[in-house]
C-alpha cells in the first residue's frame, strides 16, 4: 500500500514547540476520528457523534478546536509531553537566532538552533500470518512534520507570526483532508482493531502512533554486509 505523504514545516520559538505540535495533531485527528460504531446483528453498525472544544494555546496567538475526549487529549498530550523531553532542549545553545541578536551575523540570524522532525502516521494492521509474530502495520496516511526551532528576542512577535502560519496550517489541513483519498474501509465488528483505536469508551479514532526515533546511519562495506545478514537471519527466525 502506498500511504499518502504530507509535510509541514515551519519555524518556532522553542517555547512554542509543545502548543504547535498538539494543534496540528490534535487538528488532524478532529478529521479523523468517528463516534463508536453500536454493532447489531449483520455486523449493521450506527455511529454515534463526536463532541468538540475550542482549545487557546498559550505560548501562540491561536484558538483552534480539537476532539473533547479526555481520554485522547490525555494520550496526546502525553505523547507529545515524551517527545519534547525526548528533544532536549535544555542543551541548546545559548543565545539568540531570530529576529536579532546583534553579536551574530546576518547569516547566523535566521539559522535554527535545531530542526525538531516527527511522522503523524495512520495505519491500518494485518493480521499475523505463519511468516509474522505480530499483526503487520500498514500506514495509510503519514504527516512529516519539520519544526525549525530557533529562540525569538521579541517573543511577542514570535507568538503573533507563528500563530499566523500555524492557523494556516490548521486550514490547509482540512483542505487536504477533504480531498478524495484512501481510507480504510468500514470493518466489520471482529476486525474494527485492525483499522480503530477502539480504547476509548466515547470516541474512535483510526490507528495512529508518533514516530520520531532517530535513525541510525547504515554501515558500509563487509561488516555492512555482515550486519545485513545478521538482521536477514533474525527477523525470519524470531
Not at 482549545?55 to 490525555?74: F, G
Request: hydrophobic share 35%; net charge negative; proline share 5%.
Amino acid at each position: 500500500m502506498n500511504a499518502r505523504n504530507q509535510c509541514i514545516n515551519l519555524k518556532v520559538d522553542a517555547r512554542q514547540i509543545r502548543d504547535t505540535i498538539l494543534c496540528i495533531l490534535d487538528s488532524t485527528l478532529l478529521h479523523r476520528t468517528v463516534g463508536k460504531y453500536n454493532y447489531n446483528e449483520g455486523n449493521k453498525f450506527s455511529p454515534g457523534s463526536i463532541g468538540i472544544e475550542e482549545v487557546t494555546l498559550t505560548d501562540i496567538d491561536l484558538t483552534y478546536v480539537r476532539v473533547n475526549s479526555p481520554k485522547l487529549v490525555e494520550n496526546v498530550q502525553q505523547q507529545v509531553h515524551d517527545y519534547v523531553n525526548y528533544l532536549k532542549l535544555d542543551d541548546l545553545p545559548d543565545g539568540y537566532t531570530y529576529g536579532l541578536s546583534e553579536r551574530a551575523s546576518s547569516s547566523e540570524k535566521n539559522d535554527p538552533l535545531t530542526t525538531a522532525r516527527l511522522r503523524l502516521e495512520f495505519y491500518q494492521k494485518k493480521r499475523r500470518s505463519w511468516l509474522t509474530v505480530s499483526d503487520e502495520c500498514m500506514p495509510w496516511e503519514i504527516w512529516n512534520i519539520e519544526l525549525d526551532i530557533v529562540r525569538a528576542e521579541d517573543f511577542t512577535i514570535m507568538r503573533e507570526e507563528v500563530g499566523e502560519k500555524l492557523g494556516e496550517t490548521v486550514l490547509n489541513i482540512c483542505s487536504i483532508i477533504n480531498q478524495p483519498c484512501y481510507i480504510p474501509a468500514t470493518p466489520t465488528i471482529a476486525d474494527l482493531p485492525l483499522v480503530f483505536d477502539d480504547r476509548f469508551s466515547d470516541i474512535q479514532p483510526y490507528l495512529f502512533r508518533l514516530v520520531y526515533n532517530k535513525e541510525q546511519p547504515q554501515p558500509t562495506g563487509f561488516s555492512g554486509f555482515k550486519k545485513l545478514l545478521q538482521q536477514t537471519a533474525y527477523s525470519l527466525t524470531a
